[in-house]
């Protein structure tokens, strides 16, 4: 009992600590933005990854980091509408 009581604030601390982990109340669209946000703050905070995709792009490195940072606004597009 007491190995699940830790296993359970363990998590919840980790929650608090890290958004993107997600909880019982995380939506897909929450969750997937999280996750594509990641994806598009580690592209801009390494620089060898941001230059290989640059030259992939054939674009150079500011204007590849400026669509990362506008991608992270709304990375999967708008919140769907709620059904209450």
């Not at 594509?36 to 801009?44: E, G, I, T, V």
């Not at 792009?57 to 990375?75: D, H, N, W, Y």
């Amino acid at each position: 009992m007491a190995d699940k009581l830790r296993t359970q604030q363990q998590l919840e601390s980790m929650q608090n600590k890290f958004i993107g982990t997600g909880h019982a109340d995380t939506t897909r669209h929450e969750w997937t933005s999280n996750i594509a946000r990641d994806s598009y703050s580690s592209y801009q905070g390494h620089v060898p990854l941001l230059h290989y995709m640059s030259i992939g792009m054939g674009m150079p490195m500011e204007k590849v980091r400026a669509q990362c940072m506008e991608k992270m606004v709304l990375p999967v597009g708008p919140a769907p509408a709620v059904e209450e």
